[in-house]
């Protein structure tokens, strides 16, 4: 069986998973027995069977609008939910991105991000694939969000992912990896694990550890890092995870807006409006997807800066600086809460021993007897 015929396989495996949890679910229903999460899940499971339209670009640089299967890689309908989806041609591609979303992302929320790759791959032009990679728990509060645990858990699992898209793409296709708020921690947890995309994308990041202050720290050749910033990311402010990556010295930091325009018609703040389409952040992203380096915009504006308020106070930095005393906070409640790696592996080690003890001293009993 080819690679292609294997990938076909994938897929319909998948939409076979999808076809009998929504007939499980409708069976419920249709029982009258089905609870509120069920009904929601039942109507999440049929949008993901359901082709969407979709706009792309044919060879001369038409849109034109298509009707775009489903195709996922992985899907699982219980509990949270993950799925891995792929928009395009994974193996012919000349560029490939692959999108991390980051915290309260479920099976349910799952089109919004379908949406948010489709619009990359239509700003990247022909010859560009995307998968959207939602193989993890994505935090689904504040309280989770603050915690590192999901994304130290994903991260070799994206790793192992991006190797085997390695294997499937053309021989010279490019893969930039693309992350958005926690899963930017996601992405670097995968780059620190092995994974060496050509280029990697930090949209609105809380940082990435405490120590790392630069790209060096974590990215390896040849992958390249680029960040986006946008004015009043009240995320990126806290630096709650560690430094923000869009001050890193070795980062390129792209703009938002537009720097050629003084009123961009599109404009850019805020947490959650990076991929808006027709703005300058999305269509920098296209840009690196592509490989059209030249063409990204750069910009070096300083949190103070997009946050001032008058007589030169900013809310950027209260923020930041009540972000840092909660952080040292919750970090010390959970340095009392977990147990360290040396107390834990002693614990492990009495209780071997207990176990070691209490079979000798049944032993001895049993010879006694």
Do not use: C
Request: glycine residues 10%; hydrophobic residues 35%.
């Amino acid at each position: 069986m080819t690679e292609s015929d294997q990938l076909a396989e994938r897929f319909r495996a998948n939409h076979a998973v999808l076809v009998a949890a929504r007939d499980r679910l409708q069976a419920a229903e249709d029982a009258g027995t089905a609870s509120d999460e069920q009904r929601k899940r039942l109507d999440t499971v049929k949008e993901l069977l359901t082709p969407v339209p979709a706009t792309d670009v044919d060879a001369k640089g038409n849109v034109v609008e298509v009707q775009r299967p489903r195709q996922f890689l992985e899907v699982d309908p219980e509990g949270q939910g993950r799925a891995v989806e792929v928009l395009g041609d994974l193996q012919a591609a000349k560029n490939i991105a692959v999108l991390i979303p980051g915290m309260g992302n479920s099976l349910d929320t799952f089109r919004g991000q379908s949406d948010r790759g489709d619009l990359i791959k239509q700003e990247a032009g022909p010859g560009t694939a995307v998968v959207v990679w939602l193989d993890y728990d994505s935090p689904q509060g504040l309280v989770q969000a603050a915690s590192k645990d999901a994304a130290i858990e994903a991260g070799p699992r994206l790793a192992a992912f991006m190797n085997e898209v390695d294997e499937l793409k053309a021989e010279n296709a490019e893969v930039t990896l693309v992350a958005h708020s926690y899963g930017t921690d996601v992405a670097a947890q995968a780059v620190m694990a092995g994974a060496r995309p050509k280029r990697l994308v930090m949209t609105g990041s809380p940082g990435i550890a405490k120590y790392v202050d630069e790209a060096a720290d974590f990215v390896q050749p040849p992958t390249r890092l680029y960040t986006e910033r946008a004015p009043g990311d009240y995320v990126s402010y806290t630096e709650w995870h560690g430094p923000d990556p869009a001050n890193f010295p070795d980062a390129i930091r792209m703009a938002t807006s537009d720097p050629r325009a003084g009123d961009d018609p599109v404009s850019v703040h805020w947490h959650n409006e990076y991929y808006r389409p027709n703005s300058e952040s999305l269509r920098n992203i296209g840009r690196v997807v592509r490989g059209d380096l030249t063409s990204v915009t750069t910009t070096n504006t300083s949190r103070s800066a997009e946050t001032e308020l008058f007589l030169g106070t900013s809310w950027g930095g209260a923020l930041n600086a009540a972000a840092g005393a909660a952080s040292k906070v919750y970090d010390g409640v959970v340095a009392l809460t977990k147990p360290s790696k040396e107390s834990a592996g002693a614990a492990a080690g009495q209780a071997a021993a207990g176990r070691t003890t209490n079979g000798a001293g049944r032993g001895s009993e049993g010879r006694r007897r």
